[in-house]
């Protein structure tokens, strides 16, 4: 059959990009995509094109996916061009499928048993957990344990050397004795995990020839999709099995390349004509997907990447409508602001961020209003962080003034210097079910500046259950200490305002307790309904597309987590990091169809919010002359006597506040409407709070500005 027939028949209006991929047959050749580029469709082509035109024997076809889903995504759609007849005899695997099966071939060929892949998360999760603690971390989390897997996974998908891995460093656990003896003990009891399955394949294929030369006869034809997402040593791999001149078809783009944290290694798209000196690439740089203001400030943002192939993303459709760039007023608006746009959602609409946290005071509100929504989070790594279970730690033990554990828990993260040996001996002489700190205090033994600080501690413990949630949370960080043992830690901050945020939708301690465990089950749950009001990190909706987008959170600090306005002050590996979250920010972007809106925040709980690089950048304006992008919330009505008096409420001793003229303080004392306030520098004051609030003189640090 020739190509012109080949078009003809099953109905292909490639555009002259698209054509010279598919026409790509020999030798080894680089696709690189940009979003909305029709690139599977291209990849899935060009297989239909070597079947019909060029006669390859669809069995020695070989396609390499990202992930199963992708792997039967693909086959489908090649059925769906070409029918049934050659769908079953091609081959579409994962990389770690592909290995597997050199695993087995290679103990066949040896006459040997292979280690057994162990593939249980949980187990493997409580293997490293019990490392960790052996080695220097007290209390490991799911998500500290998620971290420490990730670089095992990157160091042996980085192909790093036992050298370079003892010179790896992670905050609270000594790294490079969990990785020896993580590793020692698979070893042991000869099981290997899914990274191991690479190694070992990798160096089964280098060690034996004849096993090498058996996969070269039987896939002389290898494509490999989502390119960009391959790590190290599976480039080692492909670069094996394509050696000798067997065709080598990858697709992918760097810009794309978001999975670091899984080991992804952009560098061998870059390195790709030096890996193969003959070698062509090729270009698709049409974008069918999203309207035309948003291909061209994608573009443009993206440039400003280094590390790169030459390409521009040209746009097919009209412009549309300009990207818009809201800017709320505070944080503690967000979830409400989209929660409006989620109660009249009729378009396919996704609100992306770059951390699943991001969602949770969404999640929440949604939940309280019984908004329909889809998400596909199920991890609740937020809840069990060290941050949140500190401060929730805090809190129930105001409640429960007897929970020794949970003393000796926080006790020296909240300024009480005594040793924990002294500490436990003293609480070894305290009656079951008495209060800890009053025994510690009336106990004697301890020194007297030491019993001061623990007279401050039960004096702050004794308050807690009478704040609001948000109140009592802000005094544990402010004013006993919390915020800085976590700056001195060098703690995630981000977590704690989560937190803040969900305890302005649920005013109690007791409560917000209460609502925490809730919404862990919900989130855990995960839900999954066909609404068109999706949350998701950006991660996640990789590859899909919605006619509307808000992409939040992009706050220099969080997204991106370096701080870009360092220029040239940056490290290599700040720089590797600022560059792969430009390429996040890129991807998210580029979900949308018609409408990308990039939502902001001037303040967090009344303290400035740094400003935003990327979106500054997106827009190709500083943020000084972007005014004309932003809008604000309608004014405010006058208050309501009604409003006045709810508002009064939350003024309690210890609540963080933002006056008019005398700028931030905290309520030290209530009696009816007056308020005695510390005001700083300004001094402290009486403030009638019914008046300050009907003029708008005064309003909570967590709340909206005037």
Not at 60 to 82: C, E, P
Not at 339 to 344: G, H, L, R, S, W
Request: net charge positive; with cysteine.
């Amino acid at each position: 059959m020739t190509y012109p027939e080949f078009k003809a028949k099953y109905g292909l209006h490639p555009d002259p990009q698209q054509e010279a991929a598919i026409l790509s047959d020999a030798g080894a050749t680089l696709l690189l995509a940009v979003p909305g580029s029709g690139k599977t469709t291209t990849l899935v082509t060009r297989l239909g094109y070597l079947i019909h035109c060029r006669g390859v024997d669809p069995r020695q076809l070989l396609t390499v996916t990202y992930t199963v889903a992708a792997a039967g995504d693909m086959k489908r759609r090649f059925i769906s061009l070409f029918g049934e007849e050659h769908a079953e005899e091609l081959s579409f695997r994962t990389i770690n499928g592909l290995c597997q099966s050199i695993v087995s071939r290679y103990a066949r060929l040896r006459g040997v048993e292979p280690f057994a892949l162990w593939s249980s998360e949980g187990e493997l999760n409580a293997l490293v957990r019990w490392l960790m603690q052996a080695n220097g971390a007290e209390w490991p989390g799911e998500q500290e344990v998620k971290e420490v897997r990730g670089q095992i996974t990157c160091c042996k998908n980085g192909m790093l050397r036992d050298e370079e891995i003892r010179a790896v460093r992670m905050d609270g656990v000594d790294f490079p004795a969990v990785y020896f003896g993580y590793r020692s003990y698979l070893e042991e009891h000869r099981r290997m995990d899914y990274d191991d399955q690479l190694v070992f394949a990798w160096r089964a294929l280098r060690k034996y020839p004849e096993l090498l030369a058996w996969y070269q006869r039987r896939f002389p034809c290898l494509s490999v999709d989502e390119a960009q997402d391959t790590s190290k040593i599976q480039h080692a791999i492909l670069n094996l099995l394509a050696a000798g001149g067997h065709s080598l078809f990858l697709v992918g783009d760097e810009d794309q390349s978001i999975y670091g944290f899984r080991a992804a290694w952009p560098q061998g798209l870059l390195d790709f004509q030096k890996a193969y000196p003959e070698g062509r690439v090729l270009l698709m740089e049409t974008n069918y997907r999203s309207a035309g203001s948003i291909v061209e400030k994608a573009d443009a943002f993206i440039q400003r990447n280094g590390s790169r192939h030459a390409k521009h993303m040209r746009p097919s459709r009209p412009q549309g409508e300009a990207v818009r760039h809201v800017q709320l007023e505070d944080y503690g608006q967000q979830a409400s602001y989209l929660a409006q746009a989620a109660e009249d959602c009729a378009v396919p609409t996704a609100v992306l961020y770059r951390n699943n946290d991001s969602a949770l005071p969404l999640i929440d509100l949604l939940d309280r209003r019984g908004i329909p929504y889809a998400c596909r989070q199920r991890e609740g790594f937020f809840f069990t962080s060290p941050a949140v279970r500190d401060l929730t730690d805090v809190l129930r033990l105001a409640l429960d003034p007897t929970d020794r554990e949970r003393l000796l828990r926080v006790y020296y993260k909240l300024e009480v210097r005594i040793k924990r040996n002294v500490l436990q001996d003293r609480l070894r002489r305290v009656p079951e079910g008495a209060p800890v700190l009053d025994a510690l205090i009336d106990g004697g033994g301890i020194e007297p500046w030491q019993v001061g600080r623990l007279k401050a501690l039960r004096t702050h413990l004794s308050k807690l259950p009478q704040l609001s949630s948000f109140a009592a949370l802000q005094r544990i960080v402010k004013y006993m200490g919390y915020g800085d043992y976590l700056s001195s830690q060098g703690g995630d901050r981000s977590r704690v305002d989560i937190l803040l945020a969900l305890a302005r939708q649920e005013p109690g301690v007791e409560g917000l307790l209460r609502r925490l465990d809730t919404l862990r089950e919900t989130v855990e749950a995960g839900n999954s309904s066909g609404c068109p009001f999706v949350l998701s990190t950006i991660h996640a909706s990789k590859g899909l597309e919605y006619d509307r987008v808000f992409l939040i959170d992009a706050v220099d600090g969080i997204f991106p987590s370096v701080n870009p306005r360092k220029g040239n002050d940056l490290s290599q590996e700040e720089q590797r990091t600022l560059e792969e979250e430009r390429r996040l920010f890129y991807v998210g972007a580029t979900r949308a169809k018609k409408r990308l809106t990039l939502l902001t925040c001037a303040n967090r709980f009344g303290e400035p919010s740094p400003p935003s690089t990327f979106v500054e950048q997106f827009l190709g304006l500083p943020a000084w002359s972007s005014q004309k992008h932003k809008e604000k919330a309608a004014p405010r009505k006058e208050p309501s006597a009604a409003a006045v008096a709810a508002w009064e409420k939350d003024y309690l001793p210890g609540t963080a506040v933002v006056h008019r003229s005398f700028g931030p303080g905290v309520v030290e004392s209530r009696a009816g409407s007056l308020a005695v306030i510390d005001f700083g520098d300004a001094g402290v004051r009486k403030v009638e709070l019914t008046a300050c609030l009907r003029r708008r003189l005064i309003r909570l640090a967590s709340s909206p500005g005037f």
